[in-house]
């Protein structure tokens, strides 16, 4: 039974309790938007960005965290060839009880992207301005819903365009993007002069503002990438297998580079996007590393011993390489990466070197359309076999001597 206490403080607590402000109800499913209004919010939306049109941008009004029509001077700047949203989800209340909707954002720029870029996104609605009843659905705000996020997401794009390239960076880095386009420009001519103009022969490049944005752009933690100057990438959300076709900087490692160091990295991330159409999943990372480094340093003047100076010291030290570089060596975080990318040079620099840079490009093409049936090694002798005249042992060999004689002396 309950005492009298007992029934006082229950009257007490139920007194307290009713001159609290009510608690924001949970939207009923005729407050939520329908599917047919949440496609045709998001349709508007996406007319909007595309078109850089602030006014025709369906957004609500000045609550806390509303977007405003920021979005479309985020992305003013990027030439766009198709935007929109896709498979967005039906309405569900979000952490605020506001109606919430996932979907992917389908992104390309014009002229550079085969495939669109896709990014994960979550989107917050709201009911606009208007009568009682019939106030339209507006988005308040945007936001990454995981994975790679766009350019935009890091801050306003500033755009400069070249001969050959577009270069896109969000405001305040330290590299602007004007500063790429003539690196940017020599690199597309110099990787044609080696491969020939069978590739698009343009380069879009993405400068965000630091490290931990070019991280973002790629979903990676930012320590594992922090050494590397610049990366290729296919678009995010690509199909798997998707040649990498954009070269995307990261601002802090790139402005530790000399001017020489400038121009090899982005003519190396070049040789990159040219080779796409032959590089498949099993032609060795040795191989693509190489080649792409040789074609960045062929006209530069520099020695074998300045190129590779970690390997010299290695060599100096009696320690020589045994085999080929693998994937592991070269993969980002890697012990002796620097060695492994010069081995990797000093390895196609050699066959072009001897047996001249035609056949060279031959081989990598050669490996490329082998396709993926035979075992690694195997389908690597009979390419080299086919286009140098010697096997996989023959040529590891050469190669080792060729290192000891280059950065020994020996």
Same mark, same amino acid.
């Given at each position: ?18 001159? /609290? ?24 939306? $996406?007319?909007?960005?595309? +078109? ?43 952490? #605020? ?9 389908? *992104?390309? %720029?014009?002229?550079? #992207? ?23 659905? &507006? ?9 790679? %996020? ?8 500033? $755009? ?14 330290? +590299? ?5 386009? =003539?690196?940017?420009?020599? @690199? ?18 993405? *400068? =965000? ?7 973002? /752009? ?20 690509? =199909? ?12 802090? @490692? ?10 090899? *990295? ?7 996007? $040219?080779?796409?159409?032959? !590089? ?22 520099? +020695? ?21 570089? !693998?994937?592991? #060596?070269?993969? =980002? ?26 056949? /060279? ?19 690597? #002798? ?13 040529? +590891? ?7 000891? &004689? ?5």
């Amino acid at each position: 039974m309950l005492s009298r206490r007992g029934a006082l403080l229950l009257a007490a607590g139920a007194l307290t309790q009713l001159s /609290l402000p009510p608690a924001t109800p949970v939207p009923r499913a005729a407050q939520a938007p329908t599917p047919g209004e949440v496609a045709a919010l998001l349709a508007a939306r $996406a007319g909007a960005l595309r +078109t850089h049109d602030a006014a025709a941008l369906p957004v609500g009004g000045a609550t806390a965290g509303a977007e405003g029509s920021e979005p479309v001077a985020r992305i003013a700047a990027v030439p766009l060839a198709a935007l929109e949203y896709r498979t967005p989800t039906r309405a569900a209340p979000g952490p #605020d009880r506001r109606p919430v909707v996932d979907a992917v954002l389908a *992104v390309r %720029v014009e002229g550079y #992207d085969d495939h669109p870029a896709l990014f994960s996104r979550r989107i917050t609605l709201i009911r606009g301005a208007g009568p009682r009843g019939a106030r339209p659905w &507006r988005v308040e705000r945007e936001e990454a819903a995981g994975g790679a %996020v766009p350019l935009w997401d890091l801050g306003t794009v500033e $755009a400069a365009a070249g001969t050959h390239c577009l270069v896109l960076g969000t405001a305040g880095a330290a +590299t602007a993007p004007a500063a790429l386009v =003539p690196v940017a420009d020599r @690199a597309v001519a110099a990787v044609s002069a080696a491969w020939g103009t069978g590739w698009a022969g343009r380069l879009l490049l993405e *400068v =965000p503002a630091t490290e931990d944005g070019f991280a973002r /752009l790629l979903d990676v933690p930012p320590a594992d990438w922090a050494g590397m100057a610049a990366v290729t990438s296919a678009a995010a959300g690509a =199909p798997a297998g998707t040649p990498a076709d954009r070269v995307l900087i990261n601002p802090e @490692a790139y402005q530790r580079l000399s001017e020489l160091g400038r121009q090899v *990295v982005v003519t190396h991330e070049a040789t990159h996007v $040219a080779t796409r159409a032959d !590089t498949r999943p099993w032609t060795p990372l040795w191989l693509s590393e190489g080649v792409a480094d040789w074609t960045a340093y062929r006209e530069t003047g520099r +020695t074998a011993r300045q190129i590779a100076p970690e390997l010299t010291r290695d060599v100096a030290a009696g320690r020589l390489p045994t085999a080929l570089p !693998t994937a592991a #060596d070269l993969a =980002p975080g890697a012990k002796d990466i620097a060695q492994a990318y010069e081995l990797s040079w000093l390895a196609c620099e050699l066959i072009a070197r001897r047996y001249g840079p035609e056949r /060279l490009v031959g081989l990598y093409r050669a490996v490329g359309a082998a396709g993926a049936g035979a075992a690694p090694e195997r389908r690597l #002798d009979l390419a080299l076999r086919a286009t140098l005249g010697t096997g996989l042992a023959d040529f +590891t060999a050469l190669w080792i001597a060729e290192t000891r &004689r280059q950065l020994a002396g020996g």
